[in-house]
């Protein structure tokens, strides 16, 4: 005998019984007619779900001899719906009677659901009393004080990693200006609250926060449009050309409102589009009514969606479903009529208003607001948690699966291939290993989608390489080239950042630098960027020393011996023990940094400068005291006057080379040289060569021997 295990999905399909209003702006009239608000898009949740069961039924390698079913229940979204249909599911009947199963042969192994957090939390409130497994497909329901923590399974991916992805893409495009739009209710109040510190402290500020409301009384419908033309208004007027929004399933039917609900003529003939950074748990949505409606401003929006790919066998099954080839599907009539705006035949009346619904109708013509052939992020969470729960009772002794709570033990350490080709892993936390994909929505002028999946946010990656981003597949709405989201322009490169007062910190006036500052990347202040000049001195000081020595050593006018002997082995100590090195001067100009040969000991320098100073006035006093010396041709003179010029040169070089800095130090060091050597060789040897050129007959023995009287 085979065994029947239910799982439950409990999902949104349709408001059948939330009654809206549908309202129609004509020729500047306002047209208001009852209807049921109906999101066909939900449907395909079912499918994906009937799916994954018909294949672990059909695999004799899952469950063999038992037969996995499952039930269909619509939340309606309020909590007295989903409060009813979960003890629906445990008493099997449909009569409620509560702790009372009539089915012995089939059983509740689990429940899948639901979309929205609020919910899932209803239903777990049931649920955990009986300690039956919850698998979450959308978002995590929010927790409080008052909730204690249930055991939920969360088949998506964490909000947090979500919101690390979101900022990763502003701060890589460089989009510092946002606007935020998100639902009012507790969960869009919690997303606002959790992404406000964190992308503010990273540089990234608002133009506008906006929670977009909803009604469900008539009483409540004029106060909605006129807050919804002031947020339309807001937006579409902002500077910013950046949207986050954050939202339920259902939201994108909601913001569809948007670029019909202005104040303004010229906002309403010209909207201009802006890039629509999406949160996963919005789908690609509509109303019924919103068949004809133009979704292009929307195009070219970046999505975070559940990563997803498409099973095996999964388009050929959706091709061939039809209201005449499913049965049990009490879902699908209704979906099928609302979709394709047609109606089936009532056999008990002969009166039928509308379209005629063949059955034959395809489902591919459906806008992608209505329907879509592959699997998205939430229906592919559905064919994931439909394996975990078959993988988990697989595991289970078949005597012992009526003991649900063992369950719990299977599903928090999972872990399986599924058709798809991923590896699904649950954790010890009731959390699968997912990631999210980025993808780009491109909607055509027929209301198709195509998603093309241009990025990915992978929570095992290291924290640097959690995004990875392919930009060039991305394309972005007519508007764009390359879309630029700032309050103000970058600085000019010598000004700096301005607060205005009263502004968020992305506000600012471009003011000049003060003297000896510069603007950084950021466009703060911070020491000027200097020119850098490179001084090389290095080796002219050691070539310098070493010249002295050879000149000390050859020159026999040297003051003595001893003296050039001893300069020689200064010189060269002073080489030894500390040689002059590359280095960097900072301060002493402001708008250059200084790249020069530091000398080494600064003692030792300076020792080796006065014993040269020294040598030179003991042989300038000498070369005074002889300059009278009775000589037919005396040259203590000559050297006299050149010891003048050599002593006047370096007695002006110490000024000029203290008060000169960087690269015309060395020049006032390489004049000076020039200078004293060129007095020393041109006083010495002028004369002699005047003698030589100009007077060659001075030139003999006899001159050079004759005594002066």
């Known amino acids: 005998m085979e065994h029947a295990c239910f799982l439950l999905l409990q999902i949104r399909v349709f408001k059948l019984q939330d009654r809206r209003f549908e309202l129609n702006i004509k020729n500047n009239f306002l047209f208001i007619r009852a209807v049921q608000q109906v999101v066909p898009k939900g449907y395909q949740h079912i499918v994906a779900l009937a799916f994954a069961v018909k294949e672990i039924n059909e695999d004799p390698h899952i469950l063999p001899n038992i037969t996995l079913g499952f039930r269909l229940y619509d939340s309606y ?17 449909k009569k409620f ?28 409130t049931v649920l955990d009393i009986f300690k039956i497994p919850q698998l979450i497909y959308g978002s995590a329901p929010v927790m409080n004080d008052k909730s204690p923590g249930l055991p ?55 133009a506008f926060i906006e929670r977009i409301p909803d009604f469900s009384f008539i009483s409540e419908m004029y106060g909605l449009l006129e807050r919804a033309a002031n947020i339309q208004d807001k937006i579409f007027s902002s500077k910013a050309n950046v949207v986050v929004t954050s939202g339920e399933s259902y939201s994108m039917a909601n913001f569809r409102w948007l670029p019909y609900l202005s104040k303004r003529d010229d906002l309403i003939n010209n909207v201009k589009s802006k890039v629509w950074i999406i949160t996963a748990q919005v789908e690609f949505a509509s109303f019924v009514f919103q068949r004809n409606w133009d979704s292009g401003v929307f195009n070219g929006a970046i999505a975070f969606e559940i990563h997803f790919r498409n099973p095996p066998g999964f388009h050929q099954y959706v091709v061939h479903r039809n209201p005449s080839s499913t049965d049990g599907d009490g879902f699908i009539r209704d979906f099928w009529q609302q979709a394709f705006g047609c109606v089936f035949p009532d056999i008990t009346t002969d009166k039928v208003e509308g379209n005629i619904c063949t059955g034959e109708e395809k489902l591919e013509n459906l806008p992608g607001s209505f329907f879509e052939m592959s699997m998205t992020g939430h229906s592919y969470s559905i064919h994931c948690a439909v394996y975990a729960m078959a993988h988990a009772l697989h595991a289970i002794n078949p005597k012992d699966q009526v003991k649900k709570h063992k369950l719990h033990h299977f599903l928090r350490s999972i872990s399986f291939n599924n058709t798809a080709g991923d590896v699904v892993f649950i954790n010890q936390n009731g959390e699968a290993a997912s990631s999210l994909d980025i993808v780009n929505w491109i909607i055509f002028p027929n209301q198709s989608l195509h998603r093309v999946r241009v990025g990915r946010i992978d929570p095992q990656a290291p924290p640097d390489q959690k995004l990875t981003l392919d930009e060039d597949a991305i394309t972005w709405h007519r508007w764009f080239n390359q879309p630029l989201s700032v309050c103000t322009e970058r600085c000019l490169p010598g000004s700096s950042k301005k607060v205005k007062e009263g502004q968020p910190p992305c506000c600012y006036d471009c003011i000049p630098c003060p003297e000896g500052k510069i603007a950084n990347q950021d466009g703060k202040e911070k020491n000027l960027i200097k020119w850098v000049h490179l001084i090389e001195r290095c080796q002219e000081v050691k070539f310098q020393k070493k010249i002295e020595v050879i000149i000390c050593v050859s020159l026999p006018h040297c003051p003595s011996d001893i003296g050039g002997s001893s300069s020689s082995n200064n010189n060269l100590y002073s080489l030894a023990t500390s040689p002059p090195y590359p280095d960097v001067d900072m301060y002493s100009m402001t708008e250059e940094i200084i790249l020069e040969c530091n000398e080494g000991s600064v003692t030792m320098f300076y020792c080796v400068l006065i014993y040269m100073s020294c040598l030179a006035t003991v042989s300038f006093a000498v070369a005074f005291l002889a300059r009278k010396l009775p000589d037919s041709f005396n040259e203590a003179k000559f050297i006299t006057f050149s010891m003048l010029v050599f002593c006047s040169v370096w007695l002006s070089f110490i000024p000029s080379y203290l008060s000169t800095k960087g690269k015309y130090m060395v020049a006032v060091e390489i004049f000076s040289i020039l ?6 060789l041109g006083c010495i040897f002028s004369p002699k060569c005047y003698i030589i050129i100009l007077k060659p007959e001075l030139n003999n023995r006899e001159q050079l021997i004759r005594k002066k009287n």
Do not use: K
């Open 77 to 93: 979204s309020n909590a007295r719906s989903t409060y009813l249909a979960t003890l629906l599911l445990l008493s099997m009947v």
């Open 97 to 124: 009677v509560p702790n009372y199963i009539c089915d012995v042969e089939s059983y509740l192994a689990g429940v899948i659901g639901g979309l929205d957090s609020e919910i899932s939390f209803y239903a777990a």
């Open 152 to 206: 939920f399974y969360q088949m998506a991916a964490s909000e947090a990693l979500q919101y690390e992805g979101i900022l990763s893409l502003l701060l890589h495009f460089r989009w510092t200006w946002i606007g935020v739009i998100a639902t009012d209710n507790e969960n869009g109040e919690r997303f606002v609250q959790t992404i406000s510190p964190m992308f503010t402290n990273s540089g990234v500020c608002f």
């Open 675 to 680: 200078a004293s050597g060129g007095g020393l």
